[in-house]
């Protein structure tokens, strides 16, 4: 961008601005002003600093991994967790179940006019710690500004690639009967906090998302030689829904014991007087490992080795397809299926 | 967890089915009166461990459930209404009228708030002084205090723009109606705790006697619900016709009077008609002419009576069987099929505490 002698006049600095406006997104000064001072100055790295249309750099053999999550929460900062650190984590965290390590992100930002820009920088301030603790720079991205009324504060858009490393291949497609089905700690947190803070739930204050990264205990794994078929992070729909998609992506049955799954007592509470059950309660910070059961005790050992994966334990196994495809044994012995949801839990009347 | 673990404790569970099955001697059909019993029931598979000749039917205690169409199409109506906030518990925003549901009307534009307590509302209504808020009450005698509370809370706050659409039912009326039924099969009953943890229970000795049935006030938990079949089944075997307490921990005879009071205060017993079952006398609520003002059809009498008769329920829902333990969901002809929870034909398929939905949900199928 090639600055002219040439100023028009302008009736403030960017910086005395307190809210987005509209002029933010317009491509103008604002912006540039916006995007060096906010964005820039925050994901510092050689390859943003070049401010290009996009990002090079050169490639290794091997395998990439690619994908994208849109983050759209309420409230953008809750007990364990802003909207920013989501926007790295989840992103990271689905790069780590391919069994990638992460590299570079892309964030694409649209912000409402009138959002404070403290409120931004305190969103970017907290993508840009959370992608150094998740070792990955932040690149390239975008900003767009829609009138007021049209967004919710922040909406982030997250892209990122990895890299796989030679000989390491996860997915459904692995998964055989007679798979162990290992859990990296307690589930539910995550929504319920969120949910605490969004209707004011006292009883609920306690609990703090689980929001994590986890290429780390992913990477040790693979570093270990611990043998692998799948990985997969349970975010919204929760373990229940993962394990659906699961068992009918693989083609097979699983049986998962109730006792088993931990859950946080503050967590149970909060869904029991709200009807709903914490295995359908979104995570941020937590997987389901599927291994051969002769790998169980050196899975869970590095695992337990991990803070966000203190907690991991074996719940249930891999059986032959059936239907329906996942079987809960609850707390008092008895069987029933662990259906998908048709949409979101509702708490109840009474 | 305090107070959960150890009523879901799977040696007292299976101790509790082991004692049932040494005490029934002979087939017996008994009913567990709430939804939240019925959903226990199915998602721990307690139907599993009791003996094949006693039948567990389930009963009509989900409220959502047994708001007619008629009044869903009221709701849908007023959050329609320019300048009207339309405040329900999460439940009911699935169940359909007529004229589609309250998630629907939401998507319209409509604006639909989920609450969590009636003060909620209350709040709403404080801080949007310009704006009418209209409560979708539902529920049974367990929720209806604080529904009344928050009337006498606006009154005494002077609020002009506060009211409830109030579908709110009794328990006993609709046991009444299902033992007086010709067809009635149900020889006991698993009366819901938490109405009687507010009502008490002295009004279900009147019944125990009349018809001749146990009833036992039950808890919601596998062991509450295993030990309040065992106590039915008890007096079953033994001929007793009484009512018995098995959720001490919650409940007494005589109830909690202060709640009592303000319902009384506010509401007072009215005809009522269910949905799928139809009409029964005394068996709803409604709001008391000293609080007229706070009566949404009162308020929005001119606005509700632009609108034809009420509609009929869908003609191929089968909820009112269902709703007086006539037929097992999965019995149906639409279960699972051209009724699901995505495209419900009636209510029970998509309430929480609907049981249609607990089947769909739980088991697919009757066969376990």
């Known amino acids: ?55 090079t750099w050169p490639v290794e053999k091997g395998t990439l991994a690619f994908t994208t999550d849109s983050y759209v929460v309420r409230p953008l900062f809750f007990p364990g967790g802003d909207i920013g650190r989501l926007a790295v984590y989840g992103t ?80 459904p497609q692995m998964v055989q009967p007679g798979d162990a089905i290992l859990i990296s700690g307690d589930v539910g947190s995550h929504g319920v906090a969120v949910l605490s803070v969004r209707e004011g739930l006292a009883f609920a204050g306690e609990v703090q998302s689980d929001s994590a990264p986890l290429h780390g205990v992913v990477e040790d794994l693979i570093v270990s030689g611990v043998e692998i078929h799948c990985l997969r992070d349970l975010t919204r729909g929760g373990l229940a829904s993962a394990l659906n998609e699961i068992a009918e992506a693989a083609g097979v049955g699983i049986v998962i014991d109730e006792m088993a799954i931990p859950v946080l007592d503050p967590v149970r509470g909060a869904c029991e007087l709200l009807g709903l059950d914490p295995l359908y309660v979104a995570n941020e910070g937590r997987f389901v490992a ?24 074996l719940i249930g196994s891999v059986s032959d397809r059936c239907s329906p495809p996942v079987i809960l044994r609850t707390v008092v012995g008895t069987n029933r299926i662990l259906d998908l949801l048709s949409g979101e839990q509702l708490p109840r009347i009474c | 967890m305090k107070y959960v673990d150890e009523f879901r404790d799977r040696a007292v569970v299976t101790a509790l089915a082991e004692r049932i099955k040494q005490t029934v001697s002979r087939p017996w059909t008994i009913m567990e009166v709430c ?46 209404q320019p300048g009207v906030i339309l405040c329900s518990f999460g439940d009911m925003l699935r169940v359909p009228g007529s004229q589609g549901d309250l998630f629907g009307a939401k998507a319209e534009g409509a604006d639909v708030r989920i609450i969590y307590s009636p003060l909620d509302a209350l709040e709403l209504a404080r801080v949007n002084p310009h704006r009418q808020v209209v409560c979708f009450a539902v529920g049974f005698e367990t ?83 295993l030990e309040g079949i065992a106590m039915v089944v008890g007096q079953l075997e033994e001929g007793r016709a009484e009512v018995e307490n098995q959720y001490v921990r919650s409940v007494s005879r005589e109830g909690n009077r202060q709640a009592q009071a303000v319902v009384d205060e506010v509401f007072e017993p009215s005809s009522r008609i269910w949905r799928g079952i139809g009409e029964i006398p005394r068996s709803g609520l ?31 829902c089968q909820s009112g069987l269902v709703l007086q333990g006539l037929l097992k969901p999965p019995d149906c002809p639409a279960f699972g099929t051209r009724c699901t929870p995505e495209r419900p034909l009636g209510a029970p398929m998509v309430s929480s505490e609907g049981a249609c939905s607990a089947y769909y949900r739980y088991r697919k199928s009757g066969a376990g």
């Open chain 2, 286 to 316: 409604r709001i008391k002419s000293a609080y007229a003002e706070f009566d949404a059809t009162v308020r929005f009498r001119d606005v509700l009576a632009q609108y034809g008769p009420a509609a009929q329920e869908h003609p191929e």
């Open chain 2, 143 to 225: 929720t209806a205090p604080p529904w009344a509370m928050a009337v006498v809370q606006a009154k005494t706050m002077g609020l002009p723009n506060f009211s409830l659409l109030v579908a709110h039912v009794l328990v006993p009326p609709a046991m009444e109606a299902i033992l007086s039924s010709p067809q009635n099969r149900i020889q006991g009953f698993l009366a819901a705790g938490h109405v009687c943890t507010v009502m008490g229970y002295e009004d279900y000795e009147a019944i125990a006697a009349r018809y001749r049935v146990p009833i036992v006030v039950t808890g919601f938990e596998p062991v509450d619900v």
């Open chain 1, 92 to 171: 990271v965290n689905d790069l780590a179940m391919c069994g990638a390590k992460p590299l570079y992100l892309s964030a694409g930002f649209i912000l409402e006019e009138g959002l404070s820009l403290d409120v931004l920088r305190q969103v970017v301030t907290s993508m840009a710690e959370a992608a150094r603790a998740a070792g990955v720079s932040i690149i390239t991205g975008d900003t767009k500004v829609v009138d007021r009324g049209k967004g919710d504060g922040i909406f982030i858009n997250t892209a990122g690639i990895g890299v796989v490393p030679p000989g390491v291949c996860l997915s």
């Open chain 1, 1 to 55: 961008m090639n600055d002219t002698s040439f100023e028009p006049s302008c009736p403030l600095p960017a910086i005395e601005k307190k809210t987005v406006q509209l002029a933010h997104g317009g491509g103008g000064r604002l912006m540039r002003d916006l995007i060096q001072e906010v964005f820039v100055h925050a994901f510092d790295n050689p390859l943003l600093s070049l401010l290009h249309d996009g990002a």
């Open chain 2, 35 to 80: 939804g939240g019993q019925t959903h226990s029931i199915v998602r721990f598979g307690l139907d599993e461990l009791l003996p094949k000749n006693l039948t567990l039917v389930h009963g009509p205690g989900c409220p959502v459930c047994v708001t007619p169409v008629s009044l869903i199409d009221d709701a849908v109506r007023l959050a329609r």
């Open chain 1, 290 to 313: 599927m291994v051969p059961a002769s790998q169980i005790e050196p899975a869970l050992a590095v695992m337990r080795r991990h803070a966000v994966s203190g907690k991991a334990a």
